[in-house]
T-cell receptor, first 117, second 114 residues
Framework: KAGVTQTPRYLIKTRGQQVTLSCSPI?????VSWYQQTPGQGLQFLFE???????NKGNFPGRFSGRQFSNSRSEMNVSTLELGDSALYLC????????????????FGPGTRLTVL | AQSVTQLGSHVSVSEGALVLLRCNYS??????LFWYVQYPNQGLQLLLK??????LVKGINGFEAEFKKSETSFHLTKPSAHMSDAAEYFC????????????FGSGTRLQVQP
């Protein structure tokens, strides 16, 4: 099975612009989560989608948004980019196949490296 | 209080030596603990997870971790380090506030000296 894919892998934007990142989960996985990784704040949860619905959201401003399509692919959008948004954005998918969803493994993609100038 | 705390941001060992990466969790967190590894310019790969079954969990690449409730620890070990083990390792917990989202420790960078 193909793993989680993220496009693009690298992106350079300037302050004030907006950006859209894409994530294709593992085939059959219906849950997609997004995380931000920075040297200062580490790995932080952004949001989770399941069946096209946002299930949970982390502590990020409203400039960060996402959506999920009927084929489980997901996009996240960051508007009015700030220098501090420079980060590695990781997408993870899971199948939610077990009843105890907190134990489901999340499989991560390679990430999109966003640089804001 | 941090949900998971990784002691030591950098650990250096010699090839063939024991690897011990420390993770302590808050006693209030659900017992769903994970170890992930991140190689340069890559995403996270699951090494192992604890889900309230056996307290000694075996993972990939020869790694294992033991859940010790009395010490609130979930340390990662490998008997003999390989050069290919050089990477960053993250301890994480799931299920906080009923959410599946992973909450990560700050990470430990493992260096393996020849």
């Amino acid at each position: 099975k193909a793993g989680v894919t993220q496009t693009p892998r690298y992106l350079i934007k300037t302050r004030g612009q907006q950006v859209t990142l894409s994530c294709s989960p593992i085939s059959g996985h219906r849950s997609v989560s997004w995380y931000q990784q920075t040297p200062g704040q580490g790995l932080q949860f952004l949001f989770e989608y399941f069946s096209e619905t946002q299930r949970n959201k982390g502590n990020f401003p409203g400039r960060f948004s996402g959506r999920q399509f009927s084929n489980s692919r997901s996009e996240m959008n960051v508007s009015t980019l700030e220098l501090g948004d420079s980060a590695l954005y990781l997408c993870a998918s899971s199948s939610l196949s077990t009843g105890r969803t907190s134990t489901d493994t999340q499989y991560f993609g390679p990430g999109t490296r966003l640089t804001v100038l | 209080a941090q949900s998971v705390t990784q002691l030591g941001s950098h650990v250096s060992v010699s090839e063939g030596a024991l690897v011990l990466l420390r993770c302590n969790y808050s006693s209030s967190v659900p017992p769903y603990l994970f170890w992930y590894v991140q190689y340069p310019n890559q995403g996270l790969q699951l090494l192992l997870k604890y889900t309230s079954a056996a307290t000694l969990v075996k993972g990939i690449n020869g790694f294992e971790a033991e859940f010790k409730k009395s010490e609130t620890s979930f340390h990662l070990t490998k008997p003999s380090a390989h050069m290919s083990d050089a990477a960053e390792y993250f301890c994480a917990v799931s299920g906080l506030a009923g959410r599946r989202a992973l909450t990560f420790g700050s990470g430990t960078r493992l260096q393996v000296q020849p």
